[in-house]
């Protein structure tokens, strides 16, 4: 092989190798998110049907109230959605008696329609009604939020 040949060989060799460098660069430039999802409770309602009174958990000191043995009672809450996006929102709301059993409930709130609650919009559950108080002590209204993304 003569030395020309090697020298273009060389060379040959050069120019592939450049070809095929290459520069990359990539920068962090966005955070992009779609805000945060959020429900919360702002009361409680409950009314004696029988003498059709009414009483919020945020007129305390009046929690819990006096209700007389025999009366029929519902119950309600309210809830908000404090995030930055709306949300869809499965309520679920019972009456729970002294003894811990549950007298009165929404229906599974996976089962029932979710509402669709845009920021900074209020939502009141499916009240119950017609609960009969046949016990003394102290009954519970109960309520869970479960919510996902609309």
């Not at 070809?19 to 004696?48: H, I």
């Not at 996006?85 to 007298?103: E, H, M, N």
């Not at 108080?133 to 609309?150: S, T």
């Amino acid at each position: 092989m003569s030395l020309l040949h090697l020298e273009d060989s060389g060379v040959h060799i050069l120019n592939q190798i450049a070809a095929s460098l290459k520069k990359e660069k990539s920068w962090v430039a966005m955070n992009v998110s779609q805000g945060t999802a959020d429900m919360s409770f702002l009361s409680a309602e409950v009314v004696d049907e029988t003498t059709d009174m009414w009483w919020h958990s945020d007129d305390l000191p009046a929690w819990p109230i006096a209700i007389p043995f025999g009366h029929s009672v519902g119950c309600s809450y309210l809830c908000q959605n404090t995030g930055q996006i709306a949300v869809k929102v499965f309520v679920y709301l019972s009456l729970i008696d002294p003894q811990g059993i549950t007298r009165a409930t929404t229906k599974n709130p996976r089962y029932s329609t979710p509402q669709v609650v845009d920021p900074g919009m209020q939502y009141y559950t499916e009240p119950i009604s017609g609960v009969i108080v046949d016990m003394n002590g102290l009954w519970v209204v109960y309520g869970r939020l479960e919510y996902d993304i609309a």
